[in-house]
């Protein structure tokens, strides 16, 4: 007896799908949709941290090894850098500033290595000629802007540099900006920079982006610091501000995804609506032929579970592509697929599809069963 009445009941559920296909249809876009975005939106959200980190290192230095003195051994710092995890660490720039004698008069030189200094400073913009990439072009230099205007300095031009114990001959190689003090700055490479000082082997500091939150790179400073000839510390503005950053975009992301949902509710709850309304005869009917009101509710909630369900499970399955193109739109890469959302957005799709549904299928159990079947 149970049997036949769970097969009579199925059968009308679906039959009630069927026959109301159309508004059906609406409800499971709406929900799938939903679900999709909650999906890609869980894992970018999981997978978001290591994607950004990787983003917010392409504006520079995060972490910064000094000496306690004046000056630091190129080899304690080297001997630093291997504390650094390698697959942490993106980039590692090495400096040694001076006071030299140019043509036109004093400049502040800065020794670097070009490739490392691209990595460091990456808002350090040309504005003519071209950036230097060799690493042995010991006599090529790059001239901020305002220091080129000053000393009259040109593309493709050659000044003489007195050093410690002879004159360079260098060529500028590009004119820099950055809007700040690299403008008044002429950058050459370390080795040029170290004899010209009379400081071979020498450096003043280091700028490094690594990956890591500020905590960890607060540890890995400390770590560097204990019972060394060195400091090292993140960049607190820099460090901190990833994090802020990283909070706020997830913030954002939970915001758009809840707004999706809200929309989504709103759409099946009208579009239920609709359906209950086109089918109050139905119901009505059902009422006179002994059916309770816990029936009817039944009915109405399995038809509307088994659609969610389906639509949800869809929407979470889209949602991993959609997620993928999220990922390469943004960060130029995919994004990891996470298992748990899956059944998170599947879970949440349904919980909001349920509170949607809630107030008309309650509607239906209120209908005047008499006035109805009158006609009226």
Known sequence: MRENNFIFFA????????????????????????????????????????????????????????????????????NALLQIQSDKLLGACAYLFGIVRLDLGNAVIAGVDFKEL????????????????LDFDDFGALAGIDLARKMELKVGSTVDMVGANSIIKLKIRGIVSSGGEEDNILFISLSTAQSALGKEGLINFADIVALGNF????????????????????????????????EKIKLLMALVALSVLLITSLC??????????????????????????????????????????????????????????FGHAIFNSGIDFRFLSVPSAVLISL??????CFLPIKKSLRINVANILRGE
């Open 11 to 78: 059968k009308m559920v679906f039959k009630s799908l069927f026959l109301s296909r159309g508004a059906a249809g609406v409800i499971f876009v709406s929900i799938a949709l939903g679900a999709a975005i909650t999906a890609a939106f869980i894992n970018i959200y999981l997978d978001i941290d290591s994607k950004m980190n990787r983003e917010l290192k392409a504006y520079g230095a995060n972490f910064i090894i000094a000496s306690k003195d004046t000056y630091m051994g190129e080899n304690d710092y080297k």
């Open 351 to 356: 919980l909001f599809a349920a509170a949607a």
């Open 118 to 133: 691209k990595k460091a400073k990456p808002f350090l913009e040309v504005r003519e000629g071209n950036y230097i990439n």
């Open 215 to 246: 905590e960890e790179l607060k540890a890995l400073g400390e770590s560097i610091s204990q019972n060394s000839l060195l400091t090292a510390n993140p960049v607190n503005a820099i460090s901190r501000s990833e994090g802020i950053i990283l």
């Open 268 to 325: 099946v709850n009208t579009t239920l609506g609709s359906i209950i309304f086109s089918r109050t005869k139905e119901i009505a009917l059902l009422y006179a032929l002994g059916a309770s009101k816990k029936s009817i509710a039944r009915l109405f909630g399995a038809e509307t579970f088994i659609l969610a369900f389906a639509a949800s499970l869809s929407g979470a399955g889209f949602g991993f592509l959609l997620s993928q193109a």
